[in-house]
Nanobody, 120 residues
C-alpha cells in the first residue's frame, strides 16, 4: 500500500484546509482508514477515521470541526479541517487497516504525513 497524504499548509486560526489521502496501488474502500496527527514532542494521536461501511468516528477534541469522507471513484479519503486552532498544528497522517480503531498499532500502512500549521 503506497499511501500519500496531501493538502497541508499554513492557515490562520479559524481557517480551513482539506487533506486528501490516496493510494496508487490499492483500493482504499477495502480498508478502514484513520487520520492521525503528531505535534513536536508529543505522541501520535487519533483524529478520526472511517470504517469500510462508511461510518465515522472522531476524537473528542475535534468537537464537530473536522469531517472525514471517502470518494471511492477517486480512491481518496479526505479530512476536512475547519475552525482550525493553533493547537491543531501537527503533521497529519493517513493510515489503512483491516481493523478499525483509534489505536495506531491497528494500522499497518501509513502515508508520509502532511504538515498543517495554524497561526494565531
Amino acid at each position: 500500500v503506497q499511501l500519500q497524504a496531501s493538502g497541508g499548509g499554513l492557515v490562520q486560526a479559524g481557517g480551513s484546509l482539506r487533506l486528501s489521502c490516496t493510494d496508487s496501488g490499492r483500493t482504499l474502500s477495502n480498508y478502514a482508514m484513520g487520520w492521525f496527527r503528531q505535534a513536536p514532542g508529543k505522541e501520535r494521536e487519533f483524529v478520526g477515521g472511517i470504517r469500510r461501511s462508511g461510518s465515522t468516528s472522531y476524537a473528542d477534541f475535534v468537537k464537530g470541526r473536522f469531517t472525514i469522507s471517502r470518494d471511492n471513484a477517486k480512491n481518496t479519503v479526505d479530512l476536512q479541517l475547519s475552525s482550525l486552532k493553533p493547537e491543531d498544528t501537527a503533521v497529519y497522517y493517513c493510515a489503512a487497516s483491516y481493523l478499525y480503531g483509534s489505536n495506531p498499532t491497528f494500522y499497518a500502512y501509513w502515508g508520509q504525513g502532511t504538515q498543517v500549521t495554524v497561526s494565531s
